[in-house]
């Protein structure tokens, strides 16, 4: 029975970062902003990537930054395949993460509740 392997999850890793170095050093199209990459996740056969990332703009630029990042993912593909040391490089597919914006909301939320509480102790 073979074993499950974890190659994947390392290859993610790689993409995440030469992603991060290749759009702060290469890539100057105003509409991608400054971005973080969160997350690969690249499917077990080592064919599609979905790459999570936030920009530090706001979230009305997101589609903008999520289109321009599509039209730069073969020079971004081609650039990952001169810098990792395997065979095939996965297609990618940008995916603008929310879980930031979530979290910002859900302690937003909190605070208010927790005030709510203390002017309606006292």
């Given at each position: 029975m073979k074993k499950h392997?974890?190659?994947?999850?390392?290859?993610?890793?790689?993409?995440?970062?030469?992603?991060?170095?290749?759009?702060?050093?290469?890539?100057?199209?105003?509409?991608?902003?400054?971005?973080t990459i969160t997350a690969v996740d690249v499917s077990n056969d080592l064919s599609h990537a979905k790459v999570?990332?936030?920009?530090?703009?706001?979230?009305?630029?997101?589609?903008?930054?999520?289109?321009?990042?599509?039209?730069?993912?073969?020079f971004l593909r081609s650039e990952i395949a001169h810098r990792l040391s395997s065979f095939t490089v996965p297609q990618l597919h940008f995916v603008y993460d929310r879980s930031t914006e979530h979290g910002m909301e859900m302690s937003r939320l909190i605070d208010e509740a927790i005030s709510r509480d203390k002017k309606s102790d006292s």
């Open positions: 392997s974890n190659r994947h999850h390392r290859i993610g890793d790689q993409i995440q970062r030469e992603l991060a170095e290749l759009l702060r050093e290469q890539i100057k199209d105003p509409r991608i902003g400054l971005v999570h990332f936030t920009n530090m703009g706001n979230a009305e630029n997101a589609e903008d930054a999520e289109q321009a990042l599509g039209r730069t993912a073969g």
